[in-house]
């Protein structure tokens, strides 16, 4: 439930994260680096919104989503989320940031254990694993083939595949009713009709949730709000994905060779 108003150190209720992203001139350069990760970085993503990072590989996507979730420390410049730092941010709203990373983790248990990671039994709704496993596009597996969210997977269960894994990594993070979710490449392993499916449902999220995609596959970012195409540490082109369209020319004729 909703604290309504927190003591200093106690984490507050998701329903008072209002989750506006703010960076100004963010630098990051990691330990024994020769040259910084993140150069100059600038923009503004207002809450409810959906933030593409595009970019080839190595351009520094994944490093400015980790400086989102706090993972990478600011250099230089500042970021800011709800007007907090973003370890601020994680401290005060743990449960209201879910992340899926490219690489799923899961645990050897129930289906419902793994999407409910760490919560006691009592403390599950089993109504709302469900809801997470229909967005993620599991549910109809989940329902004709098994044992529902008693199916075992690991290695006394089912073994999945990674398309599998990764849509069960997805409805892990829907579970929590995100404010903030971050995908890093979340969909690369989904075949195109269940991906369309899961964007589908991803951009259907309440309004009030805010967030943040990397993808090499553009069709899943078609319809971001801000797109940021990413070179060498640097925003070399942001806007609409129209917009970068026509400023990166090597985005262009990607899209283009996609039919987008």
């Known amino acids: 439930p909703d604290s309504g108003s927190s003591q200093p150190g106690e984490s507050a209720g998701p329903g008072d994260f209002v989750p506006v992203i703010s960076v100004r001139g963010l630098n990051v350069t990691y330990p024994d680096a020769d040259e910084p990760a993140l150069i100059d970085v600038s923009f503004d993503l207002p809450p409810g919104r959906h933030l ?12 400015l989503a980790d400086a989102i979730l706090g993972v990478a420390v600011p250099t230089a410049g500042s970021i800011s989320i709800g007007g907090l730092t973003p370890r601020e941010m994680i ?3 743990a449960g209201a940031v879910a992340y899926v990373p490219q ?7 129930s289906v419902r254990d793994n999407v409910a990671l760490g919560l006691a039994r009592d403390a599950v709704d089993d109504d709302a694993i469900w809801r ?10 989940l329902r004709d083939s ?17 398309g599998q894994r990764q ?14 979710l971050v995908l890093d490449e979340a969909t690369s392993a989904l075949d195109a009709e269940t991906e369309h499916a899961v964007t ?10 805010t967030t943040v995609t990397i993808a090499h596959r553009l069709a899943t970012i078609r319809s ?12 070399k082109a942001s806007g609409t994905f129209d917009e970068v369209r026509t400023m990166v020319k090597s985005f262009d004729r990607q899209a283009g060779l996609l039919g987008l």
């Not at 690489?103 to 248990?109: H, K, Y």
């Not at 971001?224 to 925003?235: F, I, S, T």
């Open 132 to 141: 997470a496993l229909e967005s993620a596009s599991l549910a109809e597996f």
């Open 167 to 180: 849509r069960l990594g997805i409805a892990r993070a829907l579970y929590s009713n995100p404010r903030l």
């Open 103 to 109: 690489t799923v983790a899961l645990i050897s248990g």
């Open 52 to 63: 593409a990072l595009a970019g080839p590989s190595g351009a520094g996507k994944s490093t």
């Open 224 to 235: 971001a709000d801000l797109v940021l195409y990413m070179e060498d540490g640097r925003v």
């Open 200 to 209: 589908t449902a991803l951009a259907s999220l309440d309004s009030s949730v």
């Open 91 to 93: 401290k005060k709203y």
């Open 146 to 162: 098994r044992d529902g969210l008693e199916t075992v997977i690991g290695e006394r269960g089912v073994k999945l595949s990674g």
